[in-house]
């Protein structure tokens, strides 16, 4: 049984900064995908990064609304994948899903995906950006 939970949701002020975690235990394989979603109230669920691993070798693709803002972080537990985000803005509210088993897809350099890309999913934790 795969599970995934996120955690480090808060509030925050514009251009702060804040590191959420996510943790999946049941994988059978380390070769695995992961990815960031968020969802704000009325929107679809928006695909923000995504991490492939193959052996010891990851490929990272982000957004490009939030490409230089947003970066994966490695956990100090395995299977634990940290995001950490900065220069936070309003737009950035909203519950954040973390997904595992899954692929990226990405254009032009930009991560894509899309919510049926990914088979496990957490129950979110939730951002805030207030001015």
Known sequence: ??????????????GGSLRLSCTVSGL???DYTMGWFRQAPG????????ITWSGNRASVYYAESVAGRFKF??????NTLGLQMTD???????MYYCAAEG????I???Y?????DFRYWGQGTQVTVSS
Request: hydrophobic letters at 30%; a negative charge.
């Open 1 to 14: 049984q795969v599970q995934v939970a996120e955690s480090g949701g808060d509030l925050v002020h514009t």
């Open 28 to 30: 059978t394989s380390d």
């Open 88 to 94: 936070l803005k309003a737009d950035d509210t909203g």
């Open 103 to 106: 692929a990226c897809s990405y």
């Open 73 to 78: 972080a490695r956990g100090n537990v395995k």
């Open 112 to 116: 894509s995906g899309r919510h049926a």
């Open 43 to 50: 929107n679809e669920r928006e695909a923000l990064a995504c």
């Open 108 to 110: 032009n350099g930009y």
